[in-house]
């Protein structure tokens, strides 16, 4: 079974739409981070989030850590084609030596 | 920008055959990873290290090997490739703080083992 489980799995929406992903588990993490892959590269570290409750924005990016640090989400305003990627969660657990990386949303976006 | 390179970038080989993928870093990081990705998704830990002459196994059980000589370099190698060793295989490093410290990723082999 999969620590964190991220949904949906595949979104493929219209350039100009809102929409949300999520990373859910039922374990509580000191931190999470989210990471976007663009086809071809590795994953890029787009934030960490550490306090439950936590919001930070990047641009037209928010992300939240639940209040109990077991979920995140990541809202994306007025989606564009270069959003497009693999958007990968990634939680670290207290004691922990590595993070544990979550199942992935592959966003894409339709000019 | 990130300065960890893999190569090759693709590989396309013949069952048995021995293989090293290569991964360098030129930021002095000292912990650095190997993970094995399904085509587009999760990413699996499979080899890490802490610094030269530290290894260990990751998570996902895996039949290749990992060796650290050198800080700057990580190569995994397969001793005998079979077709179940097809996959995407990621390299990465970090500083020596919190696992949550930023992990830089190289651009990945894709390996193809027919």
């Known amino acids: 079974t999969q620590l964190l489980e991220q949904s949906p799995q595949f979104l493929s929406i219209q350039e100009g739409e809102n929409l949300t992903v999520y990373c859910n588990s039922s374990s509580v993490f000191s931190s999470l981070q989210w990471y976007r892959q663009e086809p071809g590269e590795g994953p890029v570290l787009l934030v960490t989030v550490v306090t439950g409750g936590e919001v930070k924005k990047l641009k037209r990016l928010t992300f939240q850590f639940g209040d109990a640090r077991k979920d995140s989400s990541l809202h994306i305003t007025a989606a564009q084609p270069g959003d497009t990627g693999l958007y990968l969660c990634a939680g670290e657990k207290t004691g922990a030596n590595n993070l544990f990386f979550g199942t992935g949303t592959r966003l894409t976006v339709i000019p | 920008e990130a300065d960890i390179y893999q190569t090759p970038r693709y590989l396309v080989i013949g069952t048995g055959k021995k293989i090293t993928l290569e991964c360098s870093q030129t930021m002095g990081h000292d912990k650095m990873y190997w993970y094995q990705q399904d085509p587009g998704m999760e990413l699996h830990l499979i080899h890490y290290?802490?610094?030269?002459?530290?290894?260990e196994k990751g998570d996902l059980s895996s039949e290749s090997t990992v060796s650290r000589i050198r800080t700057e370099h990580f190569p995994l190698t397969l001793e005998s490739a079979r077709p179940s060793h097809t996959s995407q295989y990621l390299c990465?490093?970090?500083?020596?703080?919190?696992?949550?410290?930023?992990?830089?990723f190289g651009p990945g082999t894709r390996l193809t083992v027919l």
């Open positions: 990465a490093s970090s500083g020596l703080g919190r696992a949550s410290d930023t992990q830089y």
């Open positions: 290290s802490y610094g030269v002459n530290s290894t």
